[in-house]
């Protein structure tokens, strides 16, 4: 089993729709959780951060995370078509080490 | 610096060929990361610095890869005898002190082995 899961899409969303990115995780002591967008051809770079269980909102961005089910979630709300780029959730069990899912592509379709 | 740079951008080598590939951290950050990405796929962890301890090298795929950090700045990541499947990027990444926190990752060295 992979330490950290994602389904590789790609996720087509129309403008304006609510674009809902999730993620598995199977280390249960992992403490922190992230996700990074990375464009094609880019450096992947941080969009929400997230440690306690419940919703994180940050603009456009809601993290969502369920320690219990092992299950982390980006929602972006009025998807964009410069949101088009692939989301990586990444994972830290409380040491330096982050593991990261192979990532979702999602395309959001104008 | 501004951000993490890693020279070169680009580099096309021989299989057979040694190559070194260069990270300059963001100033005051003390732990640095190397991962690889291959087409498609997410970032696997290579080896990891903090300060002046002895480096995680738990994720360098082969003996032919090693890496140093001098002066607790600036890290090379060298392979040796490279193969096509080394093919891929190779991207760094700093944070202020590792755990917890947000990567700051630079903008990678592409790396083709012909």
């Known amino acids: 089993q992979k330490e950290v899961e994602q389904n590789s899409g790609p996720l087509s969303v129309p403008e304006g729709a609510i674009a809902s990115l999730n993620c598995t995780y199977s280390?249960?002591?992992?403490?922190?959780f992230f996700w990074y967008r990375q464009y094609s051809g880019k450096s992947p770079e941080l969009i929400m951060s997230?440690?306690?269980?419940g919703d994180k909102e940050d603009g456009r961005f809601t993290a969502q995370l369920n320690k219990a089910s092992q299950y982390v979630s980006l929602l972006i709300r009025d998807s964009q078509p410069s949101d088009s780029a692939t989301y990586l959730c990444?994972?830290?069990?409380?040491?330096?080490?982050?593991?990261f899912g192979t990532g979702t592509r999602l395309k959001v379709l104008a | 610096g501004a951000g993490v740079s890693q020279s070169p951008s680009n580099k096309v080598t021989e299989k057979g060929k040694d190559v070194e590939l260069r990270c300059d951290p963001i100033?005051?950050?003390?732990?640095l990361y190397w991962y690889r990405q291959s087409l498609g796929q997410g970032l696997e962890f290579l080896i990891y610095?903090?300060?002046?301890?002895?480096?995680?090298k738990s994720g360098l795929p082969s003996d032919r890869f090693s890496a140093e950090r001098t002066g607790g700045s600036v890290s090379t990541l060298t392979i040796q005898r490279t193969q096509q499947e080394d093919s891929a990027v190779y991207l760094c990444?700093?944070?202020?002190?590792?755990?917890?926190?947000?990567?700051?990752f630079g903008s990678g060295t592409q790396l083709s082995v012909l």
């Open positions: 990444a700093s944070s202020p002190t590792g755990a917890y926190e947000k990567l700051f």
């Open positions: 280390d249960r002591v992992s403490q922190s």
């Open positions: 997230i440690y306690s269980n």
């Open positions: 990444a994972v830290n069990a409380g040491t330096y080490k982050y593991i």
């Open positions: 100033s005051g950050h003390t732990a």
């Open positions: 610095f903090q300060g002046n301890s002895a480096p995680d």
